[in-house]
């Protein structure tokens, strides 16, 4: 049971480079999520999405992007890294709420990433 | 937007001693609410969630929260902790399941 993948576990960028965060999910869940985890302040959400090719902002978009080419993948862009972008990142995946389903969100195991 | 206040980052109980961890969001509609948990170098893992049934709700681990609307609180409970409960909890709201707001996170630590 994979549930939710992410790759790589660690990386450490030179501030201005580039990279992607892949994220990709085998439970054929609609939602897909992106959220960043500094200490004390939890978890806030980058961007998300509801399916295929529909994406929207969460609370902290700036300096990120992503897409969503298929319902399995949902990468996370990094154009210009900066050291504020040092953060630990979680994908997340959900069926959504209503019916049979909880609204639970299942995570990856995380991505620490560390801008120099 | 919705925003999720957990009141202290750090918690210290004694094992076989209540646990209590407060959560209060701020909304005029009830929202949906879980809290979460997180060992360490891991992923969070849903404990227990609220939507709109009962105000008690049962989790996972023994685990429990009550939804108070007068006091916008959904506080975390467990009667007797056990050392495996060291971890961090946090709070979430959300109003379509699709914006999902988290609380600071709180460390409970157990004490044998």
């Known amino acids: 049971n994979a549930g939710v993948t992410q790759t790589p576990k660690f990386q450490v960028l030179k501030t201005g480079q580039s990279m992607t965060l892949q994220c990709a999910q085998d439970m054929n869940h609609e939602y897909m999520s992106w959220y960043r985890q500094d200490p004390g302040m939890g978890l806030r959400l980058i961007h998300y999405s509801v399916g295929a090719g529909i994406t929207d902002q969460g609370e902290v978009p700036n300096g990120y992007n992503v897409s969503r080419s298929t319902t399995e993948d949902f990468p996370l862009r990094l154009l210009s890294a900066a050291p504020s972008q040092t953060s630990v990142y979680f994908c997340?995946?959900?069926?959504?709420?209503?019916?049979?389903?909880?609204?639970?969100?299942?995570f990856g195991e995380g991505s620490r990433l560390t801008v120099l | 937007a919705q925003s999720v206040t957990q009141l202290g980052s750090h918690v210290s109980v004694s094992e076989g001693a209540l646990v209590l961890l407060r959560c209060n969001y701020s909304s005029s509609v009830p929202p949906y609410l879980f809290w979460y948990v997180q060992y360490p170098n891991q992923g969070l893992q849903l404990l227990l969630k609220?939507?709109?049934?009962?105000?008690l709700v049962k989790g996972i681990n023994g685990f429990e929260a009550e939804f108070k609307k007068s006091e916008t609180s959904f506080h975390l409970t467990k009667p007797s902790a056990h050392m495996s409960d060291a971890a961090e909890y946090f709070c979430a709201v959300s109003d379509n399941f699709n914006k999902f707001y988290f609380g600071s996170g709180t460390k409970l630590n157990v004490k044998p």
């Open positions: 997340a995946s959900s069926a959504g709420g209503g019916g049979i389903n909880t609204g639970e969100l299942f």
């Open positions: 609220y939507t709109s049934a009962a105000t």
